[in-house]
Structure formats: structure tokens, C-alpha cells
């Protein structure tokens, strides 16, 4: 039987519901000449607390680990992921920033993606971000950043130097904090009485529903639901006021917290909880089934390569996502399935996978000749690269998609 942990956020009993096995580092792409035996791995399971339904990892990386100098991931590289954003900037200037010389905080600001519609605007901001070449493209483009991990020390600093914040805003980084109290201990010292905290993470629902089980590495250490994010809230004296459903990355919710008392909640809180009751979103026998889900797509995947491979059939990754190290590593999928992934993230290119090996290189081998399949690991961008990558297709390639089931296209 798996040991229990302790909650991140309640200190309750934390159940291990799924064990992912040995994992390396999901971002960390190895020069192909590095010595394998100084790779890092760990013990990637998920489990849920049985106090605040809060799903978390059993155990975590330390930070430094996983958000350094050579972090890969810069968010601009899909521009459906920029229009997104620049749509929220300019929801957040029509709503929240109307008042006199408003202030925005991001935590996990990456290359700017989202301050950067701020910033043109005019508006006073302070992005925060440890990964320093992220920070350095953000910092280029013009926007303030602080080039450190966002604690309850950072908040304290800020509140000090620049005044209350009127919005504080996380995307896909509150999920990745592991010492999430001392966050909204920070929040709550930062927050204007009148402002609002807004993030964005994987729903807990969508993954559950649609077995996304890459969704699941070591920097998402939590997997958040309305149920577990209201209750964590009203522990720091914050409230939920406000949800709202997201197609970006698979599907995640967007959530606003505001100071206790300041705001009343919508309709959107209320439906979005009935829901999950509903689903039995935290109950064991759905955490049990999702393992079940999980099992299934590994064997079915691992099936369908090896019999393609029996094929002769070539098969080429695409998109050397974090996500993809859990499918590669869970299901033992290396250079013998998958001889090389594209992507166009140079800090990525001419480096190898974490784990399997995969050597990763530029979308231009793509098409050098086209492969017979394409293993789609950015099954969540996969309208904006079908679109870009119409003559894969035309040329006869197929897609092969592994979430919610496995899948030829
Ligand atoms: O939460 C996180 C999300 C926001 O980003 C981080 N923990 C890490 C990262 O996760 P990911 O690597 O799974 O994210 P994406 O956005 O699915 O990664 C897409 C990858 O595919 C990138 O390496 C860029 C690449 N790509 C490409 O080669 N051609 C992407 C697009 C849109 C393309 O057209
Ligand atoms: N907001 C971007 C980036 C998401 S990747 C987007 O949605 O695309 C997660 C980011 O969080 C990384 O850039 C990482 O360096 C940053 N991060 C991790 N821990 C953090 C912390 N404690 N404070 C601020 N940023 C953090
Ligand atoms: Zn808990």
C-alpha cells in the first residue's frame, strides 16, 4: 500500500489514488552528449486529500530543479495562446483597471505574453519570474519583471515599494506552487481592498473527464476543482466569487478570488459546484475509474506503435511538450516508436527528451520527407498545428491523438 501525505493546503490526509512511476524532470531537454546517470527522477503519483478534496502530487521537486536560467517553455510560441491572452488585458482594462493608475501583478509572467498588452497600455505592472531567459524576452519587450520566485517575502516587498495591487494574475503557475500558503498569505497582504486575485489552471474535471493524464508531471503539483479552490480560499480570507471555463490547454478554469466579504459570488460559482457534485468529482471510485482510463490509452497506444512500427511505418512526434514526458516515459515510448519530435522552440531543438531520449529538432524536418504518422504531443493546439502542418495531411499523413482515447486522424 502507497503511504499517505500530508495536504498542501489543510494539512489533512492526502490519499494516493495513481502511481506514474519513475519520471524525469518534464522540461528538462539533455544536450545529447550528457551522461544519463546525472539524470534526475522521481516518483510522479497523484493523490487526494481527504479533508479539502484538494488533488495534489505525493511528493514534490524542489523549485530550483525545475525554474532556472535554461527553463524551455516560452509561452509565446502559439498564437492562439496570444490572442487569449491579449483578450484577457483588454477584459482586464475594461473591467478591473478602470480606477486611477491602476497596478497589476503577475506571478509567473514567462515572456511577457500577457503584460506585454499592459504594459502598451500604459499600465503600472511588475511581472515575476524566476526562469531568467523568460524573463530576459520579457524584460525586452518592455515590461517590468522582478526575476524571482513569488512568495509571501516577494508580496511584502512589493506592497512596500509600489502600493497595493489592484489585480493579481496567474496563469498555469499557481498549479506549479507546492508552498501555495505562503502565495495567498501573499495575496492577501498585496491585494487592494477593493481588487481581485485571477488565475487560470487545468480543470480537474476536464482531466478527469477526458482522462488527460499528461497533464499530470512534476511542475503541475496541484490539480484544482471549484470545491478545493473555494475551500483554500476561505482558509487565507479569501472568497471565490467568480468561475469561469476556459478551451485553452485542454480545458482549464479561470478563477477570481477576492478579500472575504468584498464581492458576491456569481451563479457561474454555484453551477460550476453543483456540477461537480454531480460528477463526483473527488469521490474514490472516479479517481479509481481515471486510473483504469489511464491503463487503457497506454496499452492501446503502445499497441498501435509497435504495430505500426511492424508496419514499416514511420511515426514522428510533434511538439516536445512537458505533458509529453509522462506519455513517453509512462508508456516506454523512445527512439525505437518515435525516432524524433519537432517543435519550434529553439531552446528545445538538437537536445533530447527527458527520460526517453527522443531527439528533438525543428518543424522543418518535418517535412524532410513527411512521416506516414505524427504522434500529437500538443494535442492542445492541435487546430493552430493541423492548420499550419495542411500539407502533412495532403501529402497522406495521419495524426495520431491519445486523449481522451486513442485515435487515428
Ligand atoms: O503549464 C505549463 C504550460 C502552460 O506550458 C508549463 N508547466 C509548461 C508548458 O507545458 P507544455 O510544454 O505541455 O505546453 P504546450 O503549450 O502544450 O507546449 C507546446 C509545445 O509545442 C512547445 O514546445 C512549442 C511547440 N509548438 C510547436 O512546435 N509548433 C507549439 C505550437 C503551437 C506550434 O505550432
Ligand atoms: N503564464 C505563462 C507561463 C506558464 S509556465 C503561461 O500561461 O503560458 C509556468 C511559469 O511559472 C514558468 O515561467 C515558471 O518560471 C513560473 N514560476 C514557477 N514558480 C513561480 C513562482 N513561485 N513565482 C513566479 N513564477 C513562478
Ligand atoms: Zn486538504
Same mark, same amino acid.
Given at each position: 500500500m502507497p503511504s499517505d501525505s500530508q495536504c498542501r493546503v489543510c494539512g489533512g490526509t492526502v490519499r494516493e489514488f495513481f502511481d506514474f512511476g519513475r519520471q524525469p524532470l #518534464? *522540461? !528538462?531537454? &539533455? !544536450?545529447?552528449? #550528457?551522461? +544519463? $546517470?546525472q539524470e534526475f527522477f522521481y516518483r510522479l503519483a497523484t493523490g487526494a486529500c481527504q479533508d479539502c478534496t484538494m488533488v495534489q502530487l505525493m511528493a514534490e521537486v524542489p523549485r530550483e530543479r525545475m525554474f532556472h *536560467? %535554461?527553463? +524551455?517553455?516560452? =509561452? =509565446? $510560441?502559439s498564437a492562439y495562446m496570444r490572442t487569449h491572452f491579449e483578450e484577457l488585458a483588454k477584459r482586464l482594462l475594461a @473591467? /478591473? &483597471? @478602470? $480606477? *486611477?493608475d491602476p497596478f497589476v501583478v503577475e506571478i509567473g509572467c514567462n515572456d511577457g505574453i500577457m503584460l506585454r498588452a499592459l504594459a502598451e497600455a500604459g499600465v503600472r505592472h511588475l511581472g515575476v519570474e524566476p526562469s531568467g531567459a523568460v524573463a530576459d524576452v520579457a524584460a525586452a519587450r518592455g515590461i517590468r519583471v522582478r526575476k524571482a520566485f513569488f512568495e509571501d517575502s516577494t508580496a511584502r516587498q512589493i506592497l512596500a515599494e509600489s $502600493? +497595493? %495591487? *489592484?489585480v493579481i494574475y496567474a496563469a498555469n503557475t499557481l498549479c506549479h506552487i507546492p508552498y501555495i500558503a505562503s502565495i495567498l498569505t501573499g495575496v492577501k497582504t498585496l491585494l487592494a481592498p477593493s481588487g481581485a486575485f485571477v488565475f487560470e489552471d487545468p480543470y480537474l474535471g476536464e482531466i478527469i473527464e477526458r482522462t488527460s493524464f499528461d497533464q499530470i508531471y512534476d511542475e503541475h503539483f496541484f490539480l484544482f476543482s471549484a470545491r478545493s479552490v473555494q475551500a483554500m480560499a476561505a482558509r487565507y480570507g &479569501? /472568497? &471565490?466569487v467568480d468561475v469561469e471555463r476556459l478551451p485553452v490547454h485542454g480545458g482549464e478554469v479561470r478563477y477570481t478570488l477576492v478579500h472575504a466579504g468584498a464581492r458576491t459570488p456569481s451563479g457561474a460559482v454555484r453551477k460550476l459546484l453543483a456540477d461537480e457534485l454531480t460528477m463526483k468529482l473527488a469521490e474514490p471510485e472516479t479517481l479509481h475509474a481515471f486510473g483504469t482510463g489511464v491503463l487503457k490509452i497506454k496499452d492501446e497506444l503502445t499497441s498501435l506503435l509497435r504495430e505500426l512500427r511492424a508496419e514499416g511505418k514511420r511515426v514522428v512526434g510533434y511538439g516536445a511538450t512537458a505533458k509529453s514526458a509522462t506519455v513517453t516515459n509512462l508508456c516506454g515510448i523512445g527512439p525505437d516508436l518515435v525516432p524524433f519530435i519537432c517543435d519550434s522552440t529553439p531552446a528545445k531543438q538538437g537536445r533530447v527528451s527527458p527520460g526517453r531520449h527522443i531527439p528533438v529538432r525543428p518543424p522543418e524536418a518535418f517535412a524532410d520527407p513527411y512521416p506516414d504518422y505524427s504522434l500529437l504531443f500538443a494535442w492542445n493546439h492541435a487546430e493552430e498545428i493541423m492548420a499550419k502542418e495542411q500539407a502533412f495531411q495532403e501529402s497522406g499523413g495521419k495524426w495520431i491523438l491519445y486523449v481522451p482515447e486513442v485515435r487515428i486522424v
Open positions: #518534464s *522540461d !528538462a531537454f &539533455l !544536450a545529447p552528449e #550528457s551522461d +544519463p $546517470g *536560467d %535554461a527553463y +524551455p517553455y516560452y =509561452s =509565446s $510560441g @473591467t /478591473e &483597471l @478602470t $480606477g *486611477d $502600493g +497595493p %495591487a *489592484d &479569501l /472568497e &471565490l
